[in-house]
T-cell receptor, first 110, second 116 residues
Framework: EDKVVQSPLSLVVHEGDTVTLNCSYEVTNFRSLLWYKQEKKAPTFLFMLTSSGIEKKSGRLSSILDKKELFSILNITATQTGDSAIYLCAVEAPGYALNFGKGTSLLVTP | ETGVTQTPRHLVMGMTNKKSLKCEQH?????MYWYKQSAKKPLELMFVYNFKEQTENNSVPSRFSPECPNSSHLFLHLHTLQPEDSALYLC???????????????FGAGSRLTVL
């Protein structure tokens, strides 16, 4: 059975800290891995990763995929209170809708 | 605003009620989805519609009944629900290319359902 595991499940940091969120997966015929951010509303798309070792970057957020070890990390540097959210990892295989992990709940305190 | 609008945002219903959740997308996408989000559990895919045809039904109980009258609208009809059905129901859409499931979903803000 396909599986997506995120860690940690929750995390509390101070503003300015750097955090690393993890996502490991076991999916047959992997096609892509996606990260979403969910505040108290719709999950919003952050990154899509398909190739190993190529970092995707958007401002203070970056992500990379390791298809050999079957995991991805999402880094957030110089965290701000607005980064507080649930971060969702999802993996896609051809012909199937996205398979999501439980999410990591991040709280950034002032 | 994501381009996917869900109503109502909050719904409280008894176990004998019948209600419906509505989703509308203004993105020109051709695939629509219902997901269930419960506390401490992954998003669970419920139904997928591609080109208005239901292509996936993840063993969802028959008390949930989807309807997709056109590629812009999706409904989830609810009847005789159980308290464990209380959750956030998320609608999403995507643009499917070439018969394979597209990968980037655009989500609505969700309908928070409480079953008493």
């Amino acid at each position: 059975e396909d599986k997506v595991v995120q860690s940690p499940l929750s995390l509390v940091v101070h503003e300015g800290d750097t955090v690393t969120l993890n996502c490991s997966y076991e999916v047959t015929n992997f096609r892509s891995l996606l990260w979403y951010k969910q505040e108290k509303k719709a999950p919003t798309f952050l990154f899509m990763l398909t190739s190993s070792g190529i970092e995707k970057k958007s401002g203070r957020l970056s992500s990379i995929l390791d298809k050999k070890e079957l995991f991805s990390i999402l880094n957030i540097t110089a965290t701000q209170t607005g980064d507080s959210a649930i971060y969702l990892c999802a993996v896609e295989a051809p012909g199937y809708a996205l398979n999501f992990g439980k999410g990591t709940s991040l709280l950034v305190t002032p | 605003e994501t381009g996917v609008t869900q109503t109502p945002r909050h719904l409280v219903m008894g176990m004998t009620n019948k209600k419906s959740l509505k989703c509308e997308q203004h993105l020109g996408h051709n695939a629509m989805y219902w997901y269930k989000q419960s506390a401490k559990k992954p998003l669970e895919l419920m139904f997928v519609y591609n080109f208005k045809e239901q292509t996936e039904n993840n063993s969802v109980p028959s008390r949930f009944s989807p309807e997709c009258p056109n590629s812009s609208h999706l409904f989830l009809h609810l009847h005789t629900l159980q308290p464990e059905d209380s959750a956030l129901y998320l609608c999403a859409s995507s643009q499917e290319e070439g018969g394979t499931t597209a990968n980037v979903l655009t989500f609505g803000a969700g309908s928070r359902l409480t079953v008493l």
